[in-house]
């Protein structure tokens, strides 16, 4: 009620006149005195002081007149987004991923985006996959980026991106680790091979049950018949890492994760012998959910950035 019509308000403070902004509004001019009329009415102060020539403003005019331009700029800003939203030129992706994954991939996937949709943004849900996939399937997030198999296979689509290997990491201080860095030669893809048969009687540190992670790192144990000694559980990739790096111990972790600059100095990635076990990993999302083009951007760039197979 207060803002209804206030470019009649505005016109007539920038022109000094009733009889002016009549005309330049197209109305005529008793029209205009009403409505300035049932303005101050309805707000229970004078405007204007209309004994004056040109009208001046009262200090309540001035109050209002301020608020008015606020709301003029506003409206403004919103009907150019709005046009942006028309167009899809404006939005946001909301985005689920692992912390750890996230901690690698966005601060060089989120860049790229912005080159070729630099008025999109992407909202960021990071945690574990069975709880960003369950944001994804409430409708909290857009896609997720994780490894499979989803959670909810009746209610999303999978796309896999690329696969990778699972990776063994060790503390370079413990013996087995000095002795393989000593005699094994690197291989054509960066890494050591060993035998894992030798975690039967090592301590080991593992994801928490029910993470893709550790349902693909239980089978490859089972597969070599091999039994550890889990000491500790965890549900975040890099604590797992930093425990290995402070412990005589052993994990075994996604082949990015050996690629983190956050990697400490002491640890020793290896590639695992006689292990077929590979690591799917893409995007998810709802079924009958449309990817428009940003989403293809961002798919596009994830494999384009990080899939080295």
Same mark, same amino acid.
């Given at each position: 009620?207060?803002?209804?019509?206030?470019?009649?308000? !505005? %016109?007539?403070?920038?022109?000094?006149?009733? %009889?002016?902004?009549?005309?330049?509004?197209?109305?005529? &001019?008793?029209?205009?005195?009403?409505?300035?009329?049932?303005?101050?009415? /309805?707000?229970?102060?004078?405007? $204007?002081?209309?004994?004056?020539?040109?009208?001046?403003?009262?200090?309540?005019?001035?109050?209002?007149?301020?608020?008015?331009?606020?709301?003029?700029?506003?409206?403004?800003?919103?009907?150019?987004?709005?046009?942006?939203?028309?167009?899809?030129?404006?939005?946001?992706?909301?985005?689920?991923?692992?912390?750890?994954?996230?901690?690698?991939?966005?601060? %060089?996937?989120?860049?790229?985006?912005?080159?070729?949709?630099?008025?999109?943004?992407?909202?960021?849900?990071?945690?574990?996959?069975?709880?960003?996939?369950?944001?994804?399937?409430?409708?909290?997030?857009? !896609?997720?980026?994780?490894?499979?198999?989803?959670?909810?296979?009746?209610?999303? !689509?999978?796309?896999?991106?690329?696969?990778?290997?699972?990776?063994?990491?060790?503390?370079?201080?413990?013996?087995?680790?000095?002795?393989?860095?000593?005699?094994?030669?690197?291989?054509?893809?960066?890494?050591?091979?060993?035998?894992? %048969?030798?975690? #039967?009687?090592?301590?080991?540190?593992?994801? &928490?049950?029910? &993470?893709?992670?550790?349902?693909?790192?239980?089978?490859?144990?089972?597969?070599?018949?091999?039994?550890?000694?889990?000491?500790?559980?965890? #549900?975040?990739?890099?604590?797992?890492? /930093?425990?290995?790096?402070?412990?005589?111990?052993?994990?075994?972790?996604?082949?990015?994760?050996?690629?983190?600059?956050?990697?400490?100095?002491?640890?020793?990635?290896?590639?695992?012998?006689?292990?077929? #076990?590979?690591?799917? $990993?893409?995007?998810?999302?709802?079924? /009958?959910?449309?990817?428009?083009?940003?989403?293809?951007?961002?798919?596009?760039?994830?494999?384009?950035?990080?899939?080295?197979?």
């Amino acid at each position: 009620m207060f803002f209804k019509n206030y470019n009649n308000f !505005i %016109t007539i403070v920038e022109c000094g006149s009733i %009889t002016r902004a009549a005309e330049i509004l197209f109305l005529t &001019q008793p029209s205009l005195s009403k409505y300035l009329k049932r303005l101050e009415q /309805n707000l229970g102060v004078e405007l $204007f002081d209309h004994h004056a020539s040109p009208l001046k403003l009262t200090y309540a005019g001035k109050r209002y007149y301020e608020y008015i331009k606020r709301i003029q700029a506003m409206d403004r800003q919103f009907s150019e987004e709005l046009s942006g939203l028309r167009n899809n030129e404006v939005g946001e992706i909301r985005v689920g991923i692992a912390q750890w994954r996230g901690a690698i991939m966005l601060p %060089t996937l989120i860049p790229a985006f912005h080159k070729h949709h630099p008025k999109w943004d992407i909202v960021l849900k990071e945690g574990r996959a069975v709880q960003v996939e369950t944001a994804l399937v409430q409708g909290e997030v857009d !896609i997720c980026l994780m490894n499979f198999p989803s959670h909810f296979p009746s209610q999303t !689509i999978q796309e896999t991106l690329w696969s990778e290997k699972c990776i063994l990491v060790g503390n370079k201080q413990h013996p087995l680790v000095k002795k393989a860095i000593s005699s094994i030669p690197i291989q054509k893809d960066g890494y050591r091979h060993v035998d894992i %048969t030798f975690l #039967e009687n090592e301590h080991f540190i593992s994801l &928490q049950p029910g &993470q893709n992670m550790t349902v693909a790192t239980d089978r490859l144990l089972a597969q070599q018949n091999i039994r550890p000694r889990k000491i500790w559980q965890t #549900e975040n990739m890099s604590t797992a890492l /930093n425990m290995v790096s402070n412990t005589m111990s052993f994990t075994i972790m996604p082949e990015m994760g050996a690629k983190t600059q956050f990697v400490p100095d002491n640890v020793e990635f290896f590639a695992i012998e006689h292990s077929e #076990e590979l690591l799917l $990993f893409g995007v998810v999302y709802r079924k /009958n959910f449309v990817l428009n083009k940003q989403i293809h951007t961002l798919i596009n760039l994830t494999k384009s950035i990080y899939n080295k197979s």
